[in-house]
């Protein structure tokens, strides 16, 4: 059975995932109208793996024999203006996923429950990357400025992503 006070932080964490997931998705609307396809398909990509991380957390409170309690997901942001501004905002936002996982690690302690203290390590070590992976498109945005031709690569590579499944147990 899971501490009530880890359980309600954990279900408040599945609605940031799911969050993160309509904030990724709008993105990606935003790059297709625009027609950079190669960007779509990474926001896209990564609007997955939130779901995914929200997937893990149910599936991981529905182990502990806790409760779900799933609340309502906001509008997501979408005064994008283009991929510089996007890749700012999507940096932010996992800055700020980040602080929430940390107070899981830190509500878990204060708890004593070692289970969701080690579980959420997947999550912190996995915000790392996220935040890695925004602040390099944004070092090379800058770089580029206005070229074109270097936009025009870039949204190449980003074409290039594929989904990969998120699986806890499997790691
Ligand atoms: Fe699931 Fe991007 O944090």
Redesign the pocket.
Known sequence: MINKKVEDILNAQIN??FY?AYLYLAMSAFFDEIGLYGFANWTKV?AR??VD?GMILFDYIIERDGTIDLQQINSPDRSFENPLQVFEKILD??KY?TESINCVAYMSDDECDLATRHFINW?IS??VE?EANALDIIKKLKMFGEDKASLYQLDKDLGTRTYQQHSYKSE
């Open positions: 940031k995932e993160s990564q793996e939130e991380h936002h996992e996923v999550y996995e915000q996220e």
